[in-house]
Nanobody
Framework: QVQLAESGGGLVQVGGSLRLSCVVSGDAINIALMAWYRQAPGKQRTLVAH???????IYDDSVEGRFTISRDDAKNTLYLQMNSLKPEDTAVYYCNTYRFVFGSWRDYWGQGTQVTVSS
């Protein structure tokens, strides 16, 4: 069973930085798409960034140049380095992977970690 566990959220001031981590268990992190999503209060969950098994990265326009997604294969851990944080970055951040497991394509989600940016 694939499980994802996020950590690293918290309260930070405008312009500050945080690094989110997502530990993957039950499968190798580098064989499938890994992503970070976020959901602000009253809004839909949206993609922040993803990284493919071949290390191709894509970012939402709102975080391009400020956030960096990366992966440590030895630690089976996904990261999201967030710099120059803005109040609009406040949300619950979720780790996600979409992979072929037990004969079908499946979405897996972590429990989420709260990021609050104060002005």
């Amino acid at each position: 069973q694939v499980q994802l566990a996020e950590s690293g959220g918290g309260l930070v001031q405008v312009g500050g930085s945080l690094r989110l981590s997502c530990v993957v268990s039950g499968d190798a992190i580098n064989i499938a798409l890994m992503a970070w999503y976020r959901q602000a209060p009253g809004k839909q969950r949206t993609l922040v960034a993803h990284i493919t098994s071949s290390d191709t990265t894509i970012y939402d326009d709102s975080v391009e140049g400020r956030f960096t997604i990366s992966r440590d294969d030895a630690k089976n851990t996904l990261y999201l380095q967030m710099n120059s944080l803005k109040p609009e970055d406040t949300a619950v951040y979720y780790c996600n992977t979409y992979r072929f497991v037990f004969g079908s394509w499946r979405d897996y989600w972590g429990q989420g970690t709260q990021v609050t940016v104060s002005s």
